[in-house]
């Protein structure tokens, strides 16, 4: 049976949409949960921890079976996955059955990205793939926006939050009818289906090097975005506004993303996102009012090429890697983003104390602990910087037509 790529590709950007859903409207409703169910903070930030916890852990699992099991089979549990989560989401009854229901759903979360990832790379090549890759994560910020509109709208109107559960349960339905009964690619690279020449791939320079990169860009993406919302809440800026504002530019910008990788290479794009993404977190940690709306289109242009951009340099410079060493690096990055979110917390929390000794307090204590917050998380992208251009001119100076046919026999070393 032949792969229809379209129908592949579009089923895998619902799987996206049921995870971006599944982020934005369950953000909406933790208020609801909290009230029905008198939970503490603590216990839905637990119960939200519980979505990163199966994330990175499906993901690294089915990196593992890809080859053995194919992406039909991972997909399968991806579904089973989601509808389990909402199901139980739904009829949870209270805190533990909230805890199980979101293991499940970040658990699909998780075999969407291990399956889709190595899925499009194989079914497309060179800059097609790099441009695929970005549009099928356009979906991921683009279903945060809608999701959260649609969460919004819903809460507005008196709806249940039942009711906008059911919603993930919509692109749930379409993605595995899209799926259904159809050929999936086979593996382009010879020899990627061995877990041996996996990991001799993955203990390359090169890919050690795109490991610790990926964990300082996710939390470069995500660090912010998380904490944006308190900080910039006493800046007298919408931190509802900025949140769509960057997912809004984001989405828009991985759409288009074929041309600019053609034109400045991985590297060129990753580089200048890395100085993008500082000038914008410097911006946030230095303007109020409107201007913060500009530190947000900064921010946005910076970030929005960072993880499509860093799972296409995997496929295309370290095949032999193959979905494993694509979903150990997107399992790093979101590791690092539970990690660091603790030690953001703890950095904020000191800047309270500093600044409240220095005498400020209220909304001026808040804002001047959060400003300060970012100006120390500017040190991520500055490290990117150096980083990227270290390896800017190393992959420059490499020899002409390092395809995936001729990296299939030798890996590039740093």
């Known amino acids: 049976m032949p792969v229809n790529q379209s129908r592949l590709f579009n089923a895998s950007c619902f799987a996206l949409i049921t995870t971006a859903f599944s982020f934005s409207i369950r953000a909406g409703i933790l208020p609801q949960l909290g009230t029905e169910f008198g939970l503490s903070a603590t216990q839905l930030g637990v119960i939200n921890s519980m979505f990163f916890f199966g994330f990175p852990i499906s993901m690294i ?6 080859h053995s099991v ?19 989401t739904i009829y949870s009854g209270g805190y533990v059955g909230l805890l ?18 190595p ?6 090549t060179g800059s097609k793939m790099n441009k695929m890759l970005s549009r099928f994560h356009m979906w991921f910020p683009g279903g945060i926006v809608l999701g959260s509109l649609i969460s919004k709208f819903m809460t507005d109107a008196g709806q249940p939050w039942q009711a906008q559960i059911w ?41 050690i090097f795109i490991f610790c990169c990926m964990a300082l860009t996710a939390i470069t993406e995500f660090g912010p975005q998380q904490w944006v919302g308190l900080i910039m809440a006493k800046s007298g800026a919408s931190p509802m506004l900025i949140l769509a504002l960057v997912t809004g530019l984001m989405a828009i910008g991985r759409f288009f993303a074929g041309p600019i990788v053609h034109k400045f290479d ?17 911006l946030f940690s230095t303007q109020t009012g409107t201007s913060a709306y500009i530190a947000a289109v900064f921010f946005a242009i910076g970030v929005c090429y960072f993880w499509p951009t860093m799972i296409g340099f ?18 790093v990055g979101m590791l690092s983003t539970s990690i660091f979110q603790t030690i953001i917390g703890g950095w904020i929390d000191e800047e309270r104390a500093e600044k409240s000794a220095a005498g400020l307090s209220g909304d001026a ?27 800017w001119f190393i992959m420059r100076n490499r020899k002409p037509g390092h395809g995936n046919e001729a990296l299939a026999n030798q890996q590039p070393q740093l």
Do not use: W
């Open 61 to 66: 699992i089915g990196g593992l079976v890809y």
């Open 70 to 88: 194919g992406p039909k089979i991972i997909m399968m549990v991806a579904v089973i996955a989601h509808t389990l989560g909402i199901l139980l």
């Open 100 to 117: 199980v229901s979101t293991f499940f759903i970040g658990f699909g979360n998780g075999c969407t990205e291990a399956a889709c990832n």
């Open 119 to 124: 899925m499009i790379a194989d079914m497309y």
């Open 167 to 207: 919603v993930i349960m919509i692109p749930t339905v379409i993605y595995a009818f899209l799926y259904f009964g159809q050929a999936f690619p086979q593996p382009r690279v010879e020899g990627v289906t061995s877990l041996g020449k996996n990991f001799a791939a993955m203990l390359t320079p090169l890919y």
């Open 266 to 282: 991985q590297t060129g794009v990753l580089l200048g996102s890395a100085v993008f993404a500082t000038i914008g977190i410097y």
């Open 314 to 331: 995997v496929a295309e410079n370290i095949p032999l890697s193959g979905a494993l060493g694509m979903s150990i690096v997107g399992g």
């Open 365 to 391: 204590l808040e804002l001047a602990a959060g400003q300060a917050t970012l100006v120390k998380m500017t040190t991520f992208p500055i490290i990117l910087i150096v980083a990227f251009t270290v390896l």
